[in-house]
Nanobody
Framework: QVQLVESGGGLVQAGGSLRLSCAAS????????MGWFRQAPGKEREFVAA????????YYADSVKGRFTISRDNAKNILNLQMNSLKPEDTALYYC???????????????????????WGQGTQVTVSS
């Protein structure tokens, strides 16, 4: 069974930085793409960033491009999200997720879809004050 546990959230002032981590259980971590999503109160869960199994292809939402960086360490089963220049509108519950679809074509076409991912963590809260 795959378990994902996020950490690193907190309260930060606008312009500050946070680094989120997602620890994954299971021996197949390195085989699949992973992503970060976020959900603010009263809003739908939205895509933030995705990374393929080899870290060779990454995608970002336009709202975070240039400020956030996704990375992974397959040897340690860790997924990271470095968040810089944080804005109040980045305030949300952040989730990591893992797909069970190994196709690179499927990844490139569906990385932003909530339904592309089968395993989800419980989320870590990020609050950015103005």
């Amino acid at each position: 069974q795959v378990q994902l546990v996020e950490s690193g959230g907190g309260l930060v002032q606008a312009g500050g930085s946070l680094r989120l981590s997602c620890a994954a259980s299971g021996r197949t971590f390195s085989n699949y793409a992973m992503g970060w999503f976020r959900q603010a109160p009263g809003k739908e869960r939205e895509f933030v960033a995705a990374i393929n199994w080899a870290s060779s292809t990454t995608y970002y939402a336009d709202s975070v491009k240039g400020r956030f960086t996704i990375s992974r360490d397959n040897a340690k089963n860790i997924l990271n999200l470095q968040m810089n220049s944080l804005k109040p509108e980045d305030t949300a519950l952040y989730y990591c997720a893992r797909t069970t679809i190994g196709s690179p074509t499927s990844y490139s076409r569906n990385y932003y879809r909530v339904t592309f991912y089968d395993y989800w963590g419980q989320g870590t809260q990020v609050t950015v004050s103005s």
